[in-house]
């Protein structure tokens, strides 16, 4: 129990097979209505009042300094105990029964007010409960709620660089003027030094690697070139000797058909 607060929960009846549907606070001056409570019965009072114990009891003292821890040291024997065979303490006859059922009446409440304690000390445990998890799914939401503004924010400002990508290019199309295209991704540039210097930028090692690979094609297309040379020349020599070689034979043709004739005058044969 806690002292301090005045819950005494730890002296509360264990259920039992009868129902109540509300606890009503109407005698204790209010007319609110407490939601539906588990089953209830009240417990059976045994012993005699401890009245030594009782009597050591300083109630003026209790009410003045609000000694809860004193109260709760004597709420089980006070709401528990039988006080049907009270005596008179000056006739030593019975108990006005009046008084009886006074007392009878407020142990029967205080049980039942323990019981609507212990109800309400539950619900209130479940509410607890419940707000943790709404604060865990509240933290989780907001978490959610930042990374999506998070990348609200990226599309924001790639829509800007868009719309400016866009905007450079209706100037471009409309004016009808040159400009040179990055060969590496969609940025184009007025000026050939601007693009040389995006790519030492954005693409310094695809660069690198372009020039590689057009070294290696120029270097390529000067020994097809060479080839072409060599082969145009061979080609040439070819002829000339070819050329050459005809100019003989037809010289040593000639030359035969002169000594054929000279051999065989016209009209011999």
């Known amino acids: 129990a806690d002292s301090s607060s005045g819950n005494l929960l730890d002296l509360s009846p264990a259920p039992s097979s009868a129902s109540l549907s509300h606890c009503s606070l109407a005698g204790m001056g209010s007319t609110a209505t407490l939601g539906p409570l588990p089953t209830f019965q009240f417990r059976p009072r045994h012993g005699s009042p401890d009245w030594r114990r009782l009597s050591a009891v300083d109630v003026e003292r209790v009410a003045s300094e609000l000694d809860v821890v004193a109260l709760q040291e004597h709420l089980g024997h006070v709401t528990f105990c039988s006080a049907e065979r009270l005596l008179c303490p000056h006739c030593r ?137 060599q082969l145009q020349l061979t080609k040439s020599l070819l002829e000339a000797e070819q050329q050459a070689h005809m100019a003989r034979f037809s010289k040593v043709v000639y030359i035969k058909e002169e000594e054929i004739t000279l051999l065989y005058p016209k009209g011999v044969l």
């Not at 060969?183 to 690697?209: G, I, P, V, W």
């Open 93 to 229: 006859g019975p108990a006005d029964p009046l008084l009886l059922k006074l007392v009878r009446l407020a142990q029967l409440s205080i049980e039942y007010l323990l019981h609507c304690q212990e109800h309400l000390g539950a619900q209130l445990q479940g509410r607890e409960q419940a707000l943790r998890a709404a604060d865990t799914r509240l933290e989780e939401v907001g978490k959610e709620v930042a990374q999506r503004a998070q990348e609200m924010k990226l599309l924001k400002e790639e829509c800007r660089r868009r719309k400016k990508m866009i905007s450079t290019q209706q100037m471009m199309l409309e004016a009808r003027a040159s400009y040179h295209q990055c060969q590496f991704c969609d940025k184009a540039f007025m000026n050939y030094s601007f693009l040389q210097s995006h790519m030492q930028r954005r693409h310094k090692e695809e660069s690198h690697t372009e020039q590689k690979k057009k070294a290696q094609t120029d270097k390529l297309q000067d020994e097809i070139d060479k080839l072409k040379e």
